[in-house]
């Protein structure tokens, strides 16, 4: 399966995501999946399974502030890095 455009990632709830992507047919079809810390790696949570996105990770903080997605992670030797992402508000 591939992104069927170049969409953001909607934020549906706590940590769950979706996004439009096309099936093996060509179809749009939409992808939800949970973003979960796990042991000392973040990982993408689906029905299918599960994908590390992440390694070396002690501690996660994620953040909706107005329309913008704030993600910090600590890593396990103290190094922190942080992003800021443009999240669509949809009414």
């Not at 107005?66 to 800021?84: I, M, P, S, W, Y």
């Amino acid at each position: 399966m591939i992104d069927a455009h170049d969409r953001p990632f909607r934020v549906v709830r706590n940590h769950t995501l979706e996004r439009m992507i096309l099936d093996e047919h060509g179809k749009e079809v939409e992808e939800q999946f949970d973003v979960v810390k796990s042991s000392n790696y973040i990982r993408r949570s689906m029905n299918t399974g599960n994908e590390p996105l992440l390694y070396g990770v002690s501690n996660m903080y994620v953040a909706i502030e107005g329309n913008t997605l704030r993600l910090q992670a600590t890593f396990v030797d103290g190094d922190v890095k942080e992003r800021t992402f443009h999240v669509p508000i949809e009414k």
